[in-house]
Nanobody, 124 residues
């Protein structure tokens, strides 16, 4: 059973960058797509980015496309999210999870192994 742990959150100034990590504390994720999500206060959890098992295919949500990079290191059983030019409205808890296939990537119920999340606060 896969279980994930997110890290790297904290306080970021508007216009700055974040670098998050998603490590498997149980199970192997090297053959599974990994997704990053975020949930702002009072809002639905939304997909940020998804990467397939090899890293050869990536999907980005519209709000972050062009300023985000999702990557992975299967030898370390870890995935990463890097985002630039953050805005205050991107303050949220950022989560990672895995899935079994590469379809309907924005459907949350297709993911499992959710971590506790890491808080990212973007300030002026």
């Amino acid at each position: 059973q896969v279980q994930l742990v997110e890290s790297g959150g904290g306080l970021v100034q508007a216009g700055g960058s974040l670098n998050l990590s998603c490590a498997a504390s149980a199970g192997a994720i090297s053959r599974l797509p990994v997704g990053w999500f975020r949930q702002a206060p009072g809002k639905e959890r939304e997909v940020v980015a998804v990467i397939n098992w090899s890293g050869g295919s990536k999907y980005y949500g519209a709000p972050v496309k062009g300023r985000s990079t999702i990557s992975r290191d299967n030898a370390k059983n870890t995935a990463y999210l890097q985002m630039n030019n953050l805005a205050t409205e991107e303050t949220a808890v950022y989560y990672c999870a895995v899935r079994s296939d590469w379809r309907n990537l924005e459907i949350r119920s297709e993911y499992y192994g959710w971590g506790q999340g890491t808080q990212v606060t973007v300030s002026l």
